[in-house]
DNA sequence: CTGAAAGCGCTTACAG
DNA sequence: CTGAAAGCGCTTACAG
């Protein structure tokens, strides 16, 4: 910057107000400015100007599991409109694990981000002096009770139901669901989402498994399930990775999609129409909630102030395929 | 820091000493200045460290699409050994454009970070240059001509040449392969498998495509495929999204895997064993990977000198399911 | 073993 | 519109 300065024969400021396009500069001074700085092939330090000014322009994205598509297709979704306002994202992965989650927070907050986009590990300790911290944060997908902060959840009590009763429709009986962590906010949505639509049909069942929220957890949950209680036959996913697990369990039980256990799985992956069965899933707008989480962010982090604490819904969208048919039981 | 300093009653640069476990420091001192760093809450500005020392410990992971599993786990994967050193990831993704690419590095250069793994875009512009912003590079999975720093890739040539051979020993007469961009190295190493394979065959032959590397570009290069050349019985795909794409092309087409059509993917993914038909797939070690380059750039940090530079070549392995069959003019 | 001084690269008041 | 001064939080020589 001192060389920048030399060559277009002005002070390291006015240097910095030219580049950053802050404060009065001269149309000639700016243009000596911009010369010079190509000249001398400069480009800006960040972590001088974030230890001046308090802030560095990087967004942090924690996650609770980046092997889970939905994250990964969060992170691009988020990262556009961030990058377009100048910040870039860092993503942390905490493993669903509260205090992986508090050291990778703690790690974040030591670089004064300009705002953090959090889906909390299932027991996670952020509590509002954490938020205090971030200056502006964002839970996405997982709220948490005691932070009030804007979100952007999926309406995932209302898609629930509607697969639950997508499978009752078809005739079922007795359905099945492998949840996620029993802490987790998703995990308690969905499942009253399930609760509701059983309860509209009186003739009609439903259990409900916990998980991690994994392929193998849900695997072993499904097996479980498959081989204790012949009575279901139908299955409702969590997430990618546990819909997964759920069409291995039934492989593994010697089963068929759909002619002997019908899937529907929450939030959608680009394999599951391109199998046989293609699966029929929720599919939730992840690149939507991302693009909203960017834009709450870069408005924030702009000083906006917002009349409500935004708590933004999006909905999910049942897309049938085939993995959905009527029961053994009414086939014969 | 000045406030604990102050509570240990001792100087600042006694309370960095016994912090960063450097250089000389009572035993007594030590102890008062983690009581009253405790005391205080005190935590270090990594951005503080930063600039003065010149170095940020974060190591940048720049990859060409985030959308592909490949680079979900390789995160996760090189994620675990760089934080047991201390060290933050982050990732940047650049769409495979070498364009955004170089901003994406430019951005990562300010932030001066301990070191950088990249899997380059295709015609990527990161030259030696560029190297030298780095301090610690290590190219992972694709490799650039001029750029000689440390590599680590999966025996592309060996493994895709044992697909392809995995199907004519099948008995198909004439492959196809959908690879990903006609200047990436994983594509020019991938072809020359093929080549050897179908070389190795008088009587048999291979046709290849370049695309994209998504699903959506696989699924339009394997429908022309398929529609223009009617001897073609079985494909080759490049990564998890072309497999997909190449399935859902085959599907679209009203054929049937492995009946109509065998298919061998590059890349396992978890669905891939979940489906009717399980996929057959070239296994890539991806953890193996990421952890190899992760401690690479670990020991690079710390200035450890190589005698060599390192160029790992990793086996993947073909993991036999169910999309491969004999073709339909044998059955007939 | 410990502290006083200097400075990493930048931006924020402040004075002109 | 522009510049001299100060300082963000830390660590690197250096002197004791």
New binding site residues.
């Given amino acids: ?1 001192h060389d920048v300065a030399k060559a277009a024969g ?5 240097v ?2 030219a ?2 396009g ?5 149309a ?2 700016r243009k000596r400015v911009l010369d010079a700085a190509a000249q001398v092939g400069y480009s ?2 960040v972590i ?2 974030s ?4 802030r560095s322009p990087m967004v942090g994205l924690v996650v609770s599991d980046i092997g889970n598509p939905f994250y990964a297709r969060l992170h691009r979704a988020i990262e556009t409109p961030l990058r377009t306002a100048g910040l870039s994202v860092l993503l942390l992965n905490c493993d669903d694990d509260p205090e992986l989650e508090s050291a990778q927070l703690d790690l974040l907050a030591s670089y004064r981000p300009a705002g953090l986009v959090l889906s909390p590990a299932t027991g996670s300790r952020f509590s509002a002096r954490q938020v205090a911290l971030f200056e502006n944060v964002v839970l996405v997908s997982r709220t948490l009770p005691d932070v009030d902060v804007p979100t952007i959840v999926t309406n995932e009590t209302e898609a629930f139901a509607a697969a639950a009763d997508e499978l009752f429709a078809a005739g079922h009986r007795r359905v099945a669901a492998v949840l996620g962590p029993e802490g987790a906010s998703t995990t308690h949505l969905r499942e009253a989402g399930l609760q509701r639509a059983t309860a509209a049909r009186p003739t009609r069942d439903s259990v409900v498994r916990y998980s991690e929220g994994t392929s193998l957890a849900a695997r072993t949950a499904t097996a479980d399930l498959l081989a204790s209680d012949p009575g279901i036959t139908a299955v409702l996913g969590f997430n990618v990775p546990v819909t997964e697990g759920i069409l291995i369990a039934v492989r593994d039980a010697g089963l068929r999609v759909p002619q002997d256990i019908s899937v529907i799985g929450f939030t959608d992956a680009g394999w599951m129409a391109a199998v046989h069965p293609a699966v029929t899933a929720v599919a939730q707008p992840v690149e939507e909630m991302g693009r909203l989480a960017g834009d709450l962010i870069v408005r924030m982090s702009v000083g906006e102030q917002f009349d409500h604490v935004p708590h933004l819904v999006v909905p999910g969208e049942l897309v049938r395929r085939e993995s959905v048919a009527p029961p053994r039981e009414e086939r014969r």
Same sequence: chains 1, 2.
């Fill in positions: 910057m002005v002070s390291a400021q006015t910095s107000r580049l950053n802050r404060g009065y500069v001269s000639e001074a800006p330090n001088g100007q230890l001046r000014s308090a």
